[in-house]
């Protein structure tokens, strides 16, 4: 299960805040703990959130640095002004259940 959190929007969003929460357990977003779904925000974070709940490396995909290894960061597609009058939505994405971790090129279970 994975968490996405608004952690910062650069412009203007009409549809998230700061803080909100997007929840997604396999192949559902669980609606009930979720605050709102942009579809501009979900085209980017739907090809990372598969392979980030079977196997947690994002380091290796590019979406975190070695010092910050338990979160991922995406955003979405609207570049936000001076381009469109929307904005950037940046997410942090973190690990909420069922631990496994990335080691080298092969996936390996964390111990509970």
């Known amino acids: 299960m994975l968490e996405l959190i608004v952690q910062e929007i650069r412009g203007t969003c009409p549809v998230h805040s700061k803080g909100d ?3 997604i357990s396999g192949p559902n977003i669980v609606l009930a703990e979720s605050d709102a779904l942009c579809t501009h925000a979900l085209s980017t974070l739907l090809h990372y959130t598969t392979v980030l709940e079977h196997a947690w490396c994002p380091v290796e995909l590019g979406l975190t640095t070695p010092e910050d290894p338990a ?3 995406m955003q979405c597609v609207d570049p936000g002004p001076p381009y469109t009058k929307g904005g950037t939505v940046i997410f942090r994405c973190q690990r909420i259940t069922g631990k496994k971790e990335c080691v080298g090129a092969r996936m390996s279970r964390a111990p509970n």
Do not use: K, N, R
């Open 21 to 23: 929460h997007i929840v």
């Open 71 to 73: 979160h991922a960061y």
